[in-house]
């Protein structure tokens, strides 16, 4: 082929249009001044059209918003193409006027080629990013109808954002075709280094297949509350390379998955119900009869409080100082909350019910006897003795 006739890179495009908006000869600013007034139906065609995309996408917006608030709509399609005009970006709409304008623009044809090349690949962006919108509602709308499952919630999380990774990657690929790059050789060079790069990143590689070990195997979900090691929290994200929890003390925790799933982890939000033993010990002067009836006043209380399942209570051991009573009972919830409501109400209505019926609750005491001196035979006295 002849060099004369060979059509230049998108590259080479680019840079000598950037040359000749950058240095414009002389010839060429006279030619762009004597032309201006035929430019102007190409100016107002192309930037009419980004106005009026402007206006209608904001308007559209508005309206979908409204008729997604209301509740008598099947939301899914509506979500859909909401998310979808967000994801059109302004700067997108303006690169749409602007190749409208160098198209229709007369005498242009050195910056035709290198804008179409330039809009194609900004395309390419928007779709890309129309494409994640797309996955952001639909996993919203699908997670809207199952509000309270994190196990879904986290499942859909991760898939999604695989999703993203895919959608950019195409993108990148179809970018690089457009440019002039051999697709298939680059792909096929990537099975041949995609073995050094995981050697490389062998940790970010364990962090990845953590994530996707949390996923499939669910050891926990979003909102679960979690024990491991010295932390403890509610998992707020779980990402590919580290998940987040947020402590009681409000902070935010990012650990590591591969840390996460090295440790043992206690996890509360699969706790269906909570097990209470309680102890309590009442004096050595109580009588038999109020000993007896310790227990069946303790199920009565436990049992007259709502989500609850009494278990047991008994006159458990005779201690230094008390004689100790152990129950137990369970709290149908694992809100701890709602435990310690329950707790405490059963330890106020036992201390009323205990003082109602004069029992006395033990403390920690020391009696001490002593025994006076008796006169020994022969006029002699005996040592006093005591007893603690």
């Not at 006279?30 to 930037?47: D, I, R, Y």
């Not at 991760?158 to 990657?169: D, E, P, Q």
């Not at 990143?201 to 195997?217: C, H, N, P, Q």
């Not at 100082?321 to 129950?327: G, I, M, P």
């Amino acid at each position: 082929m002849n060099p004369s006739t060979t059509t230049p890179s998108p590259t080479e495009v680019i840079t000598q249009a950037i040359q000749a908006i950058t240095n414009p000869s002389p010839d060429m600013l006279e030619k762009v001044a004597t032309q201006t007034w035929e430019s102007l139906p190409a100016l107002a065609l192309g930037f009419g059209t980004a106005l009026a995309i402007t206006f209608g996408r904001a308007l559209a917006i508005r309206w979908l918003k409204g008729r997604v608030e209301s509740r008598n709509v099947q939301k899914g399609p509506l979500l859909w193409l909401l998310y979808t005009l967000q994801g059109i970006r302004a700067w997108y709409v303006w690169a749409l006027g602007l190749n409208i304008v160098v198209q229709y623009l007369p005498n242009a044809e050195f910056i035709d080629t290198p804008a179409r090349v330039i809009f194609v690949l900004l395309s390419f962006i928007q779709v890309g990013l129309i494409a994640n919108a797309g996955l952001e509602s639909g996993s919203r709308y699908y997670l809207s109808r199952h509000p309270s499952d994190g196990a879904r919630a986290t499942t859909t999380a991760t898939l999604v954002l695989i999703g993203k990774m895919l959608v950019w990657l195409l993108v990148f690929l179809l970018i690089l075709s457009n440019f002039g790059v051999d697709i298939t050789a680059l792909v096929a060079g990537l099975g041949l280094g995609g073995v050094a790069l995981a050697l490389a990143l062998k940790g970010m590689a364990e962090d990845m297949l953590g994530s996707l070990s949390i996923v499939f195997d669910k050891p926990f979900v979003l909102g679960d509350f979690i024990i491991f090691g010295e932390y403890m929290g509610t998992v707020e994200n779980i990402g590919m390379k580290t998940s987040r929890i947020r402590s009681l003390g409000g902070e935010l925790i990012v650990v590591a998955n591969r840390d996460l799933l090295a440790s043992r982890i206690r996890n509360y939000g699969r706790m269906y119900e909570r097990r209470v033993l309680f102890s309590i010990g009442v004096e050595y002067s109580t009588t038999a009869e109020q000993l007896e009836a310790i227990p069946h006043i303790i199920r009565g209380i436990v049992e007259d409080e709502k989500s609850t399942r009494f278990d047991r209570s008994h006159f458990s051991s005779y201690g230094d100082s008390a004689l100790n009573f152990e129950t137990v009972y369970y709290v149908l919830s694992a809100d701890y909350n709602k435990y310690m409501d329950i707790q405490q109400a059963i330890n106020l209505a036992i201390f009323k019910t205990f003082q109602a019926r004069g029992i006395a609750f033990a403390f920690p005491t020391r009696t001490l006897h002593i025994q006076q001196a008796q006169p020994a035979p022969g006029g002699k006295k005996t040592e006093p003795k005591s007893a603690g």
